[in-house]
């Protein structure tokens, strides 16, 4: 007789945890941990198991976490607190699950860590280096849980993840506003992960014996410039205005302007060879494209 799959928690159940749940669903039990009611009453209306717990007000002595964590995966997609230099919503929640011992768990992360490397690539052993706060609640994060599976002897997969696209996650309603991007010259190398090639890494991380970091991206390295233009043609809408850095001192936020700044390329040579993952979307435009289908829009 084959042995059923672990049952599987996921916590935090947003854009990506929901498309993760459904395809976990169909093989195991899936239990889903939410904050809001409207989360909660879509994934019922899937007819996964929820349940509602708030990670900035969790009462670590009394979260009934153990029996649900106990002998199974766990996947945590909830990002850090807004304020701060370390996750104390990652630290609560490793606090609240007691004596439930996962077989794995698997942390989201971002590739952000990395920080700005003045596009240089960097792969997993690069040291981490973010510039702002934002980041350093990341990489306090990936220590914490770490540190944390690494007492109890449980498997820990770290999954650095860039900029995440996919269905209903396309940059339309920008183009449609006219809102300007860097001409290709002036514009840093990006990196980005179609939504299902994302729950692919983490059915990868899962299911396997990996353990570490591992980057999780498509390896294109395509500017937000070239996103946007690609987009706009496969959408039909007009193209963004392109502007210099100079002009866009004036016309582009500050924190934009800061994001654009950042330039790496990350490499992605270790999800693919150690983990396995054969890409469906390795560059933006297949993505995009099927991004378009799926939303019932035609690409041009």
């Known amino acids: 007789m084959i042995k059923p799959p672990p049952p599987c928690l996921v916590v935090g159940c947003g854009y990506v945890g929901a498309r993760l749940a459904r395809r976990l669903f169909a093989s195991r039990k899936v239990t ?4 809001t009611a409207d989360s909660a009453t879509s994934l019922e209306d899937l007819g996964l198991e929820v349940r509602r717990l708030d990670l900035d007000t969790l009462d670590t002595a009394s979260a009934p976490l153990a029996r649900v964590s106990g002998g199974a995966t766990v996947v945590y997609l909830v990002p850090p607190p807004d304020t701060g230099t370390s996750d104390t919503r990652l630290a609560r929640f490793l ?6 011992r996962p077989r794995v768990l698997v942390y989201m992360s971002t590739t952000g860590v990395y920080g700005d490397t003045g596009g240089a690539i960097v792969d997993e052993d690069a040291p981490l280096g973010a510039g702002s706060d934002r980041g ?4 306090d994060a990936e220590r914490t849980a770490i540190a ?3 007492t109890l002897g449980v498997r820990c997969v770290i999954l650095r993840a860039p900029g995440i696209y996919g269905p209903h996650r396309l940059p ?16 840093s190398p990006g990196n980005r992960i179609h939504v299902d090639d994302l729950v692919t890494a983490c ?9 570490g970091a591992f980057n999780v991206t498509d390896g294109a390295h395509a500017s937000t410039t070239a996103y ?3 987009t706009a043609e496969l959408a039909g809408l007009p193209p963004p205005r392109l502007l210099s850095r100079f002009e866009a001192q004036a016309q582009i936020s500050p924190g934009m302007l800061a994001f654009l700044g950042e330039a ?7 999800m693919r060879q150690v983990l396995g993952v054969e890409l469906a979307y390795p560059d933006v435009a297949a993505g995009i494209a099927a991004s378009l289908a799926e939303m019932g829009m035609t690409p041009r």
């Open 264 to 270: 790496r390329r990350v490499d992605n040579r270790r």
């Open 136 to 139: 350093r609640r990341r990489i």
């Open 228 to 230: 946007l233009r690609t």
């Open 148 to 150: 944390w599976c690494a």
């Open 95 to 100: 606090t609240a699950l007691g004596n439930g």
């Open 172 to 187: 339309l309603a920008r183009l449609r506003r006219g809102e300007p991007a860097l001409r290709e010259e002036d514009a």
């Open 32 to 35: 889903t941990l939410v904050r």
């Open 203 to 211: 059915l990868a991380a899962l299911h396997g014996k990996a353990r």
